[in-house]
Nanobody
Framework: VQLQASGGGLVQPGGSLRLSCAAS????????MGWYRQAPGKQRDLVAT???????NYANFAEGRFTISRDNAKDTVYLQMNSLQPEDTAVYLC?????????WGQGTQVTVSS
């Protein structure tokens, strides 16, 4: 599975961004897809996941601000991020889990700064 992440950029505090993760195959056959993030010098943290059964899961810091969704017709998973704060600055990486294997996209940089 190849994943292409996009949508990152520079945004002011309180702003919004929508990240996209396009897959090279039908995402309806992918068990789980989601997003991690990694800031410089910090560990990689889970942000949100969505399963092909429709379940979603969020990190505490994402709950209420971020929304993960999937468009099976476009084979794309989205991460809508609202009320962004400087501490959300990181490289956001999408991933896919299929039959016990994990695939990663290349990441997209999100910078929240005034």
């Amino acid at each position: 599975v190849q994943l292409q992440a996009s949508g990152g950029g520079l945004v002011q505090p309180g702003g919004s961004l929508r990240l996209s993760c396009a897959a090279s195959r039908s995402i309806s056959s992918i068990d789980v897809m989601g997003w991690y993030r990694q800031a410089p010098g910090k560990q990689r943290d889970l942000v949100a996941t969505t399963t092909n059964g429709g379940s979603t899961n969020y990190a505490n810091f994402a709950e209420g601000r971020f929304t993960i969704s999937r468009d099976n017709a476009k084979d794309t998973v989205y991460l809508q991020m609202n009320s962004l704060q400087p501490e959300d600055t990181a490289v956001y990486l999408c991933y896919a889990g299929v039959s016990g294997r994990t695939y990663w996209g290349q990441g997209t940089q999100v910078t929240v700064s005034s």
